[in-house]
């Protein structure tokens, strides 16, 4: 076990799960906790989340959604990383609501493991994503046997819903009015949806329009910004997770640091990045499996055991999950999630 330590203060989640619970409203906010929810611990952050005032979840997938049942969340768990494999029984049975995305998806999860509780379906058309659901010209086949299986009483048709490509604000809205043509269509066609969803953090946060029913909420829960032009502080919120190690030797001119990239910290050669200790930022001179060679810097005094911060909400002085993604041409995603199993989690009520 490294020890390097990943640190999830849920009363940064909290805080951020209000402030935006509160920013859009009346829209019901379902908190994404895909990847462990993004590397800050599944159970932890439901629970802080059911503390919360926040019932719905976007599992990803129904494996997930069972634990949460487990862990008491009673609302609306959506899952749509379906495969063949996916237990559809206890999908049923939990009352997991499944997001459709093809036809032959469709076909497949009505008539497989057929009881007598129907499957909860949300049918998506992809407006411009392209990742996932039918095209606008296919939706009336979809719609019309979803209807047809709704009334053989094998799906329950709960809902319809999209991603936005998120690449302009112009390209969201003309998905949104996509979207809501194809919701009229279906509603012609017979279908009758409780729930629509279309927004993600990003469009929730900028076009209010689009908060429909549920925002499924994502990094920006986590305190981290969806935009590539505002981080998550801009937006007034908390990043809820911090990467610490400690410092192992000491020379007159260069510092290792107890973390490696086998614990998951970026290195690409020629990339500018530090790891800030006694609240400066010490240059990344070499990372290697285990440890990080750093450069010392004039005039700051360190030592064996000192506390290094590699990523956190910058109180350290270190680089925010924004920066680090930043640098390495990636996604913050990919900086909170890479975290090694080897590192230890904890998690805290309060900044660490």
Request: glycine share 10%.
């Amino acid at each position: 076990m490294s020890i390097a330590t990943l640190t999830t203060d849920l009363e940064a989640l909290r805080f951020n799960l209000r402030t935006l619970r509160e920013q859009f409203a009346p829209a019901r906010t379902m908190l994404v906790v895909k990847a462990d929810a993004y590397g800050h611990g599944l159970r932890a952050v439901t629970d802080a989340a059911i503390a919360e005032q926040v019932t719905d979840f976007a599992v990803l997938d129904v494996e997930t959604g069972l634990e949460l049942r487990k862990a008491g969340a009673t609302g609306t768990l959506f899952a749509w990383r379906l495969t063949p494999s996916t237990d559809f029984s206890a999908a049923k049975r939990q009352q997991i609501d499944l997001g459709i995305q093809s036809l032959s998806q469709l076909e497949f999860i009505a008539h497989t493991t057929p009881t007598s509780i129907p499957a909860r379906i949300h049918l998506k058309l992809d407006t411009g994503l392209h990742r996932g659901g039918v095209n606008p010209e296919q939706w009336d086949e979809l719609v019309i046997r979803a209807v047809e299986l709704r009334e053989a009483g094998l799906v329950q048709l709960v809902g319809a819903w999209t991603h936005f490509s998120d690449n302009s604000h112009a390209e969201d809205l003309a998905s949104l009015a996509l979207f809501h043509e194809a919701v009229d269509r279906a509603r012609e066609l017979g279908a009758d949806f409780s729930v629509l969803h279309a927004a993600a953090s990003g469009a929730g946060i900028d076009i209010p329009e689009s908060r429909l029913d549920y925002v499924r909420l994502g990094l920006g829960g986590y305190g981290i910004s969806p935009f590539d032009d505002r981080s998550g502080t801009d937006l007034g919120l908390r990043p809820a997770l911090s990467l610490t190690t400690r410092v192992t030797t000491v020379t007159d001119t260069t510092a290792t640091i107890a973390i490696g990239f086998g614990d998951g910290l970026q290195s690409l050669p020629g990339v500018d990045m530090w790891l800030s200790i006694a609240g400066e930022p010490h240059p990344i001179s070499s990372v290697g499996v285990d440890g990080t060679l750093v450069e010392r810097v004039p005039g700051v005094e360190i030592q064996a055991d000192s506390l290094a911060y590699c990523f956190g909400n910058g109180d350290h002085g270190e680089a925010t999950a924004e920066q680090w993604a930043k640098a390495f041409g990636t996604v913050p995603d990919e900086i909170v999630t890479g975290v090694t199993s080897r590192v230890q989690r904890i998690t805290t009520s309060h900044a660490h």
